[in-house]
């Protein structure tokens, strides 16, 4: 399984930016698809995920001004953001992971938001700027 992030670059705060994991390989419907980010010297952070059935989880930093979603027919999982802020400025990374949905979900809410994730992108930056 493969995954590859496009869509980042440069953006004012307030702004939207949408990013898109591209997603190949066999079964690559069936995997959870985790959005990630790290600025450099901290610890990379989950955002959102969402399950093959469309399920999702997101953290609650994000989750007022991000949303996710997946187009199982173009393996494709969007991550679109709004109201960006200077803090939000990050590389941006997917990832693909084979287990249980409700096991990752649950994982993440207590903070493994590593948990169960296989396969990674190389990451695309967001720069939120003016």
């Known amino acids: 399984v493969r995954v590859e992030e496009s869509g980042g670059g440069l953006v004012q705060p307030g702004g939207s930016l949408t990013l898109s994991c591209s997603i190949s390989?066999?079964?690559?419907?069936?995997?959870?698809i985790g959005w990630f980010r790290q600025v450099p010297g901290q610890e990379r952070e989950g955002i959102l995920c969402i399950a093959g059935d469309r399920r999702t989880y997101a953290i609650d930093s994000v989750k007022d001004r991000f949303t996710i979603s997946r187009d199982n027919a173009k393996n494709i999982v969007t991550l679109q953001m709004t109201n960006l802020r200077p803090e939000d400025t990050a590389t941006y990374f997917c990832?693909?992971?084979?287990?249980?949905?409700?096991?990752?979900?649950?994982?993440?809410?207590?903070?493994?938001?590593?948990?169960?994730?296989?396969?990674w992108g190389k990451g695309a930056l967001v720069s939120v700027s003016s």
């Open positions: 390989g066999p079964s690559s419907d069936s995997y959870t």
């Open positions: 990832a693909a992971g084979g287990a249980a949905f409700s096991a990752i979900a649950g994982m993440w809410s207590v903070g493994q938001t590593s948990y169960g994730m296989d396969y």
